[in-house]
């Protein structure tokens, strides 16, 4: 991933109301980052997606919102990290239509498609790490 | 608990959805639905989301379950006042809900509820006799 | 890891003055910038090179030790921008820093060649990287101005008609790239809720061509419009444009498509529940008028 982390705010996700909360805070954070309205609401339903994915498939986790430069550009980062049963396979996962057992659907690759920049790390039993960034 | 209110127009139920909503809430919104559909024998469904900010794929699913549910209950659902930037964030997420209904607003959602409600009765020879309450 | 940094801190009087007699040597503005000003901003430059927090190290560009010097220089180079100084100018500035900067080094560390070699490496790679952060902040700026002065002119020359009561009409002129399409179709969205709008027809008479690309924003701007509760006409398909679409495999099949921008309104008015029928010649005054039903 490209650019140099400003600030952080860190987010516990442990229950829906959690998420909730992700994305009043998210949406803060890319108001003040002055992200169109159409752009905003790209970058909260990404957060709301994945945000999901970490509690319902991930057994919870935590959310780290990021203000980040990148020379010129800035932009915002959501990283999304649990410690769950991992992906077994990101490509299917990725793949608009597919549904796990706990129902990912459409949230990983549609949250792929709101965002610039895309990036997953997972390992089956020890967890998986999704960042996103949206640059203006 | 907290519940999304139902309101009742004569053969219609009415719902505004003005909070963002956590799935829990949205799972309870759609069991409510169901369970009044066929307790009152309701032909309508409108529901607002003009205060929608935020629809991700949960709430639209959950929005197309509904609509599924309602219909099998002989129910019309129309989800009316989607806002520009919430629509384009469905379409660039993959959801474009095909089997749901769709108007500018109350009004026109109404409308519709009205014209199609009273096409099927008069189609269907319905002669207007109900045995519920 | 250089210490020419510590150099830097300890003489930032010295290393000004020499920079700024530099400066009025080879690159001197006069017209566009005066005395004070130019002191006073290169005072800044040196000042915030010098308080980058301990352990900022000048072989690591990206640190975020060496934002607030990005910062600053980004807004100066805005500023040049605006005050008339070309993109080259702006980068001379930086790299004048240079000179000085040697001559201090070596002054300081002139002992020994293989530490003066890497302190004059480090010091040289840094300002180099200085120098086109500078320059592509200006070249930036500009890009805003044009892009900004682009979304006007769009704003212009795509207005959104409403021709009728909830119909609304948006007629396309020109070439449409991803970006204009984007801008141009959340505009008639917007349109669309506020005249409150059924029916949007999408004239694409004066569009030369289009690709994939503008297809697909085409499509999803329909389907985006249809979860509104509204429908989209596309009228004035050329056979040139019909005939690429075929042979791009673009589907239309849920889309309602007219060749003239009066079928599509003839079409929206139906479906709207109205008709257009001509009145008889009864010495009234108009030959027909649209009736609502």
């Given amino acids: 991933m490209t650019g140099t982390v400003i600030k952080t705010e860190e987010l516990p996700i442990k229950d829906s109301s959690d998420v909730v909360f992700v994305r009043q805070r998210v949406r803060v954070w890319a108001n003040s980052l002055k992200f169109s309205l159409v752009d905003q609401t790209k970058i909260v339903t990404a957060a709301s997606e994945l945000g999901r994915n970490t509690l319902e498939h991930g057994g919870g986790g935590a959310l780290e919102i990021a203000e980040t430069v990148d020379g010129i550009r800035r932009g915002i980062r959501l990283t999304f990290s649990d410690k769950g049963p991992g992906i077994e396979d990101v490509a299917l996962a990725l793949s608009d239509g597919y549904t796990s057992k706990q129902g990912m659907g459409l949230g990983l690759g549609g949250s792929k498609r709101l965002m610039n920049e895309f990036d997953i790390k997972t390992s089956l039993g020890e967890g998986t790490v999704v960042t996103v960034t949206r640059w203006k | 608990m907290e519940r999304i209110p139902i309101l009742r127009m004569g053969n219609f139920l009415l719902v505004t959805i003005q909070v963002d909503m956590h799935d829990k809430l949205a799972l309870t919104l759609q069991d409510d639905l169901t369970a009044k559909i066929a307790d009152v024998g309701a032909k309508g469904v409108l529901i607002d989301i003009s205060s929608l900010e935020i629809v991700d794929s949960f709430i639209g699913r959950t929005l197309a379950n509904i609509a599924s549910m309602a219909k099998v209950l002989d129910a019309e659902t129309v989800v009316v006042g989607m806002q520009p930037a919430v629509a384009i964030t469905l379409v660039e997420l993959g959801m474009s809900l095909p089997g749901i209904r769709t108007a500018l607003n109350v009004e026109s959602g109404m409308n519709y509820l009205q014209d199609t409600v009273v096409a099927y009765e008069s189609s269907e020879g319905y002669d207007g006799d109900s045995d519920q309450n | ?293």
């Avoid at chain 3, 500035?93 to 003066?116: T, Y």
């Avoid at chain 3, 040289?124 to 890009?143: C, E, P, Q």
């Avoid at chain 3, 399409?181 to 959340?186: G, L, R, S």
């Avoid at chain 3, 075929?246 to 079409?267: P, R, S």
Wanted: glycine residues 6%; contains cysteine.
């Fill in chain 3, 1 to 293: 890891m250089a210490n020419a940094l510590d150099v830097v801190r300890k003489n930032q009087e010295g290393l000004l003055n020499e920079w700024l007699n530099g400066i009025k040597t080879n690159l001197r503005r006069r017209d566009l910038i005066d005395e004070r000003e130019l002191k006073s901003q290169s005072a800044e430059v040196l000042s915030a090179l010098a308080s980058a927090p301990a352990g900022t190290s000048l072989e690591d560009f990206k640190s975020s030790g060496w934002q607030p010097l990005k910062e600053l220089l980004a807004s100066l180079s805005a500023s040049r921008a605006v005050q008339g100084f070309t993109p080259s100018e702006t980068a001379l500035f930086v790299l004048s820093l240079k000179s000085p900067l040697f001559k201090l080094i070596r002054e300081q560390k002139g002992n020994s060649a293989d530490q003066l070699y890497a302190e004059i490496v480090a010091v040289d790679d840094f300002v180099d990287k200085l120098a086109l952060h500078t320059t592509d902040s200006y070249i930036h700026g500009r890009d805003q101005v044009i892009s900004r002065q682009q979304e006007e002119m769009l704003e212009l020359s795509t207005p959104v008609v409403t021709l009728w009561d909830g119909i609304v009409a948006l007629p396309l002129i020109g070439t449409l790239d991803s970006a204009r399409t984007q801008v141009v179709m959340e505009s008639l969205l917007q349109a669309i809720v506020q005249t409150n709008s059924r029916f949007a027809i999408i004239d694409i008479t004066g569009v030369p061509t289009v690709d994939t690309l503008v297809a697909q924003h085409l499509l999803k701007t329909i389907t985006a419009a249809r979860l509104m509760g509204a429908e989209c006409i596309i009228s004035g398909i050329r056979p040139q444009i019909a005939q690429t679409i075929v042979h791009l495999g673009i589907n239309l099949q849920d889309v309602i498509t007219k060749a003239k921008l009066a079928d599509a309104f003839k079409l929206a008015l139906e479906r709207s529940g109205r008709t257009v029928t001509r009145v008889a010649k009864t010495g009234g005054p108009t030959p027909s008028t649209a009736r609502e039903q």
